[in-house]
């Protein structure tokens, strides 16, 4: 996976009523998180480390509500008829919005999602379904059939004459002499 994503695709609601109860999950989420599952981070010259999440701010209860949290994901969104309507992403660098927008997935509508792809061309797709967020990763296979150029032409060819040997017959049905 990439560090440098985009969104290709987004559909992400939320009541505005839930809100309230969404931020102060988030708060709580980042205080009781293991620092081991936060990315960002710095030592000081005493050899003590501080952890946050990634692009984060360390306390998340300096935000002024789930909005700003929202926006310093890198997400814009709209208030739209009693929902916030995730809109964008305006990032550019993945961070660990997946840690925080699960820790909110109880409040995201079932069958949001946000489809991603990294500079590796990596996808994956976020789905939120019965409170969860759940990553789906996208999956390409190759087929089995293994054919030469040449082979592939001749079929095409065969194919054409008898498209064509078919369509002679359709042009003399039903047969003059029926």
């Known amino acids: 996976m990439g560090y440098h994503v985009n969104v290709t695709e987004m559909s992400v609601r939320i009541k505005s009523q839930d809100e309230d109860a ?6 709580r989420f980042n205080e009781e998180c293991p620092p081991a ?6 030592v000081g010259e005493d050899g003590r480390e501080e952890k946050w999440f990634s692009w984060m701010r360390a306390d998340f209860s300096e935000y002024d509500g789930l909005g700003m949290i929202l926006n310093e994901m890198g997400f814009s969104y709209d208030l739209v008829d009693g929902w916030i309507v995730l809109t964008d992403w305006h990032g550019d660098k993945q961070g660990q919005e997946d840690l925080m927008m699960e820790a909110i997935a109880r409040w995201v509508e079932d069958g949001s999602f946000v489809e991603w792809v990294g500079e590796d061309c990596y996808r994956y797709r976020w789905e939120f379904k019965d409170s969860e967020l759940l990553v789906r990763e996208e999956q390409r296979c190759w087929g089995d059939e293994k054919v030469t150029p040449t082979d592939r032409r001749l079929a095409s060819i065969g194919e054409i004459e008898r498209f064509q040997k078919m369509l002679q017959q359709l042009k003399s049905y039903p047969p003059a002499d029926a």
């Open 22 to 27: 969404a931020f102060k999950a988030l708060v």
């Open 37 to 42: 599952m936060k990315r960002g981070g710095t």
